[in-house]
């Protein structure tokens, strides 16, 4: 089996499963975008999965990401940046990534305006909210994100699109993703164009889609499971 019919086999499965969690929670398949997560594999992947109508690419760290965008230049794909972000690569970040998922913080708001403003660049973000009561995996504690969301608004070159959430480890995702909607509530109330919700990987999906994701960032179901890569 080609590489290409291995993931045209692994997106059609993943499609289908989209399809029948949007039937079992009464939604429009279309109301749920498939961001495809790239990290750790190469830029000829992207190539294959955009020519197998993927629109949306999902990657986690800088310096891969940034080489990718440029191999991939000539493709017209949305990079979505997933990964925590340091403070110092804002500015790299803010020059290739069209959506910036994994902002959690004030002073990351005002890195990524200003080095967006610099590359003449508009961003699309998403304020990460933290599900995990354990500190230190990204994301910011639910109630802080009135703040950070109230800062991307007033950011000149960053727009608020929503919000994005990683379920934890060790608790029942549907458990997890249901604390989302109070926080959604409260967003939605002061920017009600901030409609997006990132959630759900390749082992719950579902569970995010039921609980009202709009974008899915799918992995491993779709590019496999890589071994000797962290
Ligand atoms: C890697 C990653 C994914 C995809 O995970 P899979 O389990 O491989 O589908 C989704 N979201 C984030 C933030 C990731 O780092």
Redo the contacts with the bound molecule.
């Keep these: 089996m080609t590489r290409d019919d291995e993931l045209r086999d692994n997106l059609s499965a993943v499609r289908e499963r989209i399809e029948r969690a949007c039937r079992a929670a009464g939604r429009d398949p279309a109301d749920v975008t498939l961001i495809v ?1 790239t ?1 750790t594999w190469p830029a000829d992947d992207v190539r294959r999965l955009v020519g197998l109508g993927v629109t949306d690419v ?1 990657e ?1 760290r800088d310096q891969e990401a940034g080489a990718k965008v440029r191999d991939c230049a000539d493709l017209a794909v949305r990079w979505h940046f ?2 925590q972000v340091q403070r110092n690569k804002a500015a790299s970040i803010a020059r290739y990534a069209d959506v910036v998922q994994s902002v959690d913080r004030v002073p990351l708001v005002t890195a990524l305006d200003r080095g967006a403003a610099r590359a003449g660049r508009e961003l699309d973000v998403l304020v990460q909210v933290s599900l995990d009561p354990e500190p230190g995996r990204g994301g910011c504690p639910p109630d802080q994100v009135g703040q950070v969301s109230d800062a991307v608004t007033a950011a000149e070159h960053l727009t608020l699109r929503g919000l994005m959430a ?1 379920a934890p480890l060790h608790e029942d995702p549907a458990t997890a993703f249901a604390r989302l909607a109070p926080v959604r509530e409260q967003v939605l109330d002061r920017h009600p164009e901030a409609d997006w919700l990132s959630a759900g ?3 719950d999906l579902e569970q995010a889609i039921s609980a009202g994701a709009t974008h899915v ?5 779709v590019l496999g499971v890589r071994e000797n890569v962290g």
């Excluded at 960032?217 to 179901?221: C, E, I, K, L």
């Design positions: 997560v990290k999902g986690n997933i990964g990683v990987m390749s082992g960032r799918v992995g491993s179901a």
